[in-house]
């Protein structure tokens, strides 16, 4: 059974930085692409950041220059780097998998930034 299990949310002043993890099983198969979203209650889901299996990532313009989306493909794992953190960055993060064009996600990691 494929599984996504991310870490690395939590509770952060403005400015601060955090950084998620997102791992993938074995099992998973040929990955393509891996990103992260995020959702409010207020919101719906939206796109922050994608990874390519090649490393070419892409960002959301709320978060260019902040955020830093990276990968290690012999861990299956993707990560999210996030700095200058500001009050409206507060969400659950989700992670995205697109495997053999089967996509994954994974189970949301809260961050909160205190202003």
């Known amino acids: 059974q494929v599984q996504l299990v991310e870490s690395g949310g939590g509770l952060v002043q403005a400015g601060g930085s955090l950084r998620l993890s997102c791992a993938a099983s074995?099992?998973?198969?040929?990955?393509?692409?891996m990103g992260w979203y995020r959702q409010t209650p207020a919101k719906s889901r939206e796109w922050v950041a994608t990874?390519?299996?090649?490393?070419?990532?892409n960002y959301a313009d709320s978060v260019k220059g902040r955020f830093t989306i990276s990968r290690d493909n012999a861990k299956n794992t993707v990560y999210l780097h996030m700095n200058s953190l500001k009050a409206e960055d507060t969400a659950v993060y989700y992670c995205?998998?697109?495997?053999?064009?089967?996509?994954?996600w994974g189970q949301g990691t809260q961050v909160t930034v205190s202003s």
């Open positions: 074995e099992s998973i198969g040929n990955i393509n692409e």
């Open positions: 995205r998998v697109v495997a053999d064009r089967i996509q994954y």
């Open positions: 990874i390519s299996w090649s490393g070419r990532p």
